[in-house]
């Protein structure tokens, strides 16, 4: 077994943009152990995603291609996976951490009689993984040293979608076999989201509050920086649930991804499920009172102090720079 193999999601022919990270994850991955990247993509009529993909640095893009993949179920994507993963024979299958993979990763990993190295932050020379336990309150270093496969999936933010090599791969199709009858999920309507009037993930700059903010009445005075700085307003999650900014501008894993050039946390503590939403960020600069404050472990700049005294005069300064 050698060979990387990156299990990209698409969903009506549109990409899952985190598929990119996992690309990165990937391609970095391969070469560090000095063997060939590879790449699935898999749906019903899914030949213009490959092709869009062979412009990357891969040994080969595999297109996965069956009616019974159209609309995703768990067990056809385990049965698919199987069997491609067995052509292939990858040491490696890199999955962006998607709900969908959540839901199915598990299943096939364990058809392969191993287990899914699921959420990594990190990978080191080894290869080791880094996941976190305990809401991020440690880091577990993962190695995997059965035979047969070793799938991870990786968390959003962690490389950039942005990065990866350009090049030129094959694309192969590869038609499973799939009998409707093994297929015991029945779709439903999706889900819909609400329509987000806000897209966090295209603004260059964004200023984002947290809880330090203490009252509604307060958010004018971060609001008054964003516009100074030309940004966009973002908040952390109890500020939206409290209903002092609309939903659509939380950031976080029940929120939006964000990776802006520049990434203003003020009174943001820093929690887990807040940075997997904004860690892919260019630059970070956090302001909060506590020093230890776990945002300080991803900041690139960090001002120890009360908001209520730095950011007025943060905003007057880019004010009077600005002339
Ligand atoms: P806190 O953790 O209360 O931090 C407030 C910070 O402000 C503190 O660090 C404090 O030192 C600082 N501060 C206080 N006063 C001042 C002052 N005067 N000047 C400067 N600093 C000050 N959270 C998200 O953000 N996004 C999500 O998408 C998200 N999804 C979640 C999903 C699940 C399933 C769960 C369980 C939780 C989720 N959360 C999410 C919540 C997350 O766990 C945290 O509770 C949340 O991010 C904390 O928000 P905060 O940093 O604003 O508040």
């Given at each position: 077994m050698s060979g990387v193999l990156v299990v990209m999601e698409q969903r009506d022919g549109n990409w899952n943009r985190m598929s990119f990270e996992a690309l990165t994850a990937g391609q970095q991955l391969a070469a560090k152990l000095g063997v060939e990247c590879s790449a699935i993509v898999m749906g019903d009529g899914v030949g213009s995603l490959a092709v869009e993909v062979s412009?990357?640095?891969?040994a080969k893009i595999i297109a996965i291609e069956?009616?019974?993949?159209?609309a995703y179920t768990s067990d056809a994507y385990v049965a698919a996976l199987d069997q491609a993963v067995k052509q292939a024979a990858p040491a490696y299958v890199i999955f962006p951490h998607t709900y969908q993979v959540r839901d199915f990763a598990p299943a096939l990993a364990t058809r392969f009689r191993s287990v899914l190295i699921s959420d990594v932050i990190a990978m080191h020379d080894g290869p080791v993984f880094v996941r976190q336990l305990l809401q991020g309150k440690l880091n577990a270093d993962y190695r995997h040293t059965a035979a047969g496969p070793c799938f991870v999936s990786i968390q959003a933010g962690?490389?950039?979608?942005?990065?990866v090599e350009a090049g030129t791969a094959a694309v192969e199709t590869f038609a499973p076999t799939l009998?409707?009858?093994?297929?015991r999920n029945k779709p439903g309507e999706l889900f819909r989201e609400s329509a987000q009037?806000?897209?966090?993930?295209?603004?260059?700059v964004i200023v984002s509050v947290g809880?330090?903010?203490?009252?509604?009445?307060?958010i004018p005075l971060v609001e008054e920086l964003a516009k100074a700085l030309g940004a966009e307003l973002a908040a952390s999650r109890p500020i939206c649930d409290n209903g002092?900014?609309?939903?659509?501008?939380q950031v976080g894993s029940s929120g939006q991804t964000v990776s802006p050039k520049l990434y203003l946390a003020v009174?943001?503590?820093?929690a887990i499920q807040h940075l997997v939403g904004m860690k892919g960020s260019k630059t970070v600069i956090a302001i909060n009172k506590?020093?230890?404050?776990?945002?300080f472990e991803v900041a690139d700049y960090g001002v120890v102090g009360d908001l209520f005294v730095i950011v007025p005069a943060l905003t007057k300064a880019v004010l009077a720079a600005r002339g």
């Open positions: 412009s990357k640095k891969l069956h009616t019974l993949l159209k962690t490389f950039r979608g942005d990065a009998d409707a009858a093994q297929i009037t806000v897209d966090l993930s295209a603004a260059p809880r330090g903010i203490g009252e509604q009445e307060n002092w900014l609309p939903m659509e501008r009174g943001i503590s820093g506590d020093e230890n404050a776990p945002i």
